[in-house]
């Protein structure tokens, strides 16, 4: 009995794990049909510059895209928030929007990501006062290993693992704050069929609140937290 019961949670972690990248499948594909305009908006402009007046929701929902994927617990300001979780959408924003033929592969084809490369993207998502000391970290049965000698994160040949697409539905102002109410996204069917069918099979999960604080480079991640009452559709 304890055997069958071990098993079939061994089969429901499976198919967890499948949902999850199905879905940021998906993202990673949109990114890629993004491609030159996507790596110019992230790299050249940079993500905080293009919030200090650009009410384009899709700017915002391309700065939490690799954020929003992992689910990140609420956090009532970005010191709370889980390090290896903001450090892990960091690097998949750097794989996202970075042009990965630089990087040097491999015998098993996992890149080898530059920790330099890695802290633009912390900068860029949650402001220059923000530091993450690099480790070696796991996430379900993927491991982002960092070798402190080369400073340098060797990534599995995988997609992102994650749940969720973000599509910002509203942008409140106050003051050096906005507030991003975000529908979060999954689809339950293969990669295949939702590049197949379009992003109209996906469905709103939950909503959360992403709050931007200003400084003077722009806005930067600040906190996430429960909206007051969830958005119906």
């Known amino acids: ?15 967890r794990k499948r949902r999850r990248r199905q879905a940021v499948g998906l993202l990673t594909f949109v990114l890629s049909l ?7 908006f992230f790299d050249v402009q940079g993500i905080g510059s293009l919030l200090k007046e650009d009410e384009d929701l899709s700017v915002y929902e391309n700065l939490i895209s690799p954020l929003v994927a992992l689910d990140p617990a609420p956090f ?3 010191d709370n928030g889980d390090e290896t979780t903001l450090l892990e959408a960091a690097i998949w924003a750097a794989l996202n929007y ?11 084809d996992a890149i080898i990501l530059p920790s330099v490369d890695v802290d633009k993207y912390i900068t860029k998502m949650y402001g220059t ?10 996430d379900l049965d993927l491991e982002y290993s960092f070798d402190n ?10 997609s ?3 749940s969720y697409i973000p599509r910002v539905e509203g942008v409140n102002n106050s003051g050096n704050t906005k507030v991003l109410t975000v529908a979060y996204l999954q689809y339950s069917g293969s990669s295949a069929d939702l590049i197949t069918t379009g992003t109209d099979t996906l469905e ?3 909503y959360m609140e992403y709050v931007m604080l200003k400084n003077s480079n722009g806005y930067y991640l600040y906190a996430i937290r429960y909206p007051e009452s969830q958005p119906t559709e």
Not at 1 to 15: G, H, I, N, P, S
Not at 129 to 137: N, P, Q, R, S, V
């Open 204 to 206: 709103v999960s939950k």
């Open 129 to 138: 006062d923000y530091k993450i000391t690099h480790k070696t970290f796991h």
């Open 98 to 108: 970075e042009d990965t033929t630089k990087y040097t592969r491999n015998e098993y």
């Open 149 to 158: 000698t080369t400073s340098c994160y060797t990534i599995p040949a995988t």
């Open 1 to 15: 009995m304890a055997d069958t019961v071990t098993t079939l949670k061994r089969e429901r972690a499976k198919k």
């Open 34 to 40: 993004l491609g030159t305009a996507t790596i110019i």
């Open 160 to 162: 992102q693992s994650g």
């Open 76 to 78: 009532a300001s970005i």
